[in-house]
């Protein structure tokens, strides 16, 4: 995938968020927002493993240590 392009999509998807948290109640932002991270650390998980031969089974995973989260690309939603 083009490093550019996949910029600009995180990018684009980051203002999504933002945009989706002013339209939820303030009382449920913190839980929205915890969504939209484990969504984000998801996608990033799909990005990452696609240019993997094979996804490792369920077993290996578990096996795994946790992984590190990217910290390039991320930036935090500010929750007012």
Do not use: Y
Request: hydrophobic content about 50%; charged content about 30%.
């Amino acid at each position: 995938m083009n490093t550019e392009f996949a910029a600009k999509m995180l990018e684009a998807k980051r203002l999504e968020a933002e945009a989706l948290a002013l339209l939820v109640p303030p009382e449920a932002r913190q839980a929205a927002a915890c969504a939209v991270r484990a969504c984000a650390a998801a996608a990033l998980g799909m990005l990452e493993g696609a240019s993997a031969p094979h996804a490792p089974s369920r077993e290996e995973r578990a096996a795994q240590p946790e992984p590190k989260q990217r910290e390039r690309g991320l930036r935090s939603i500010v929750i007012e």
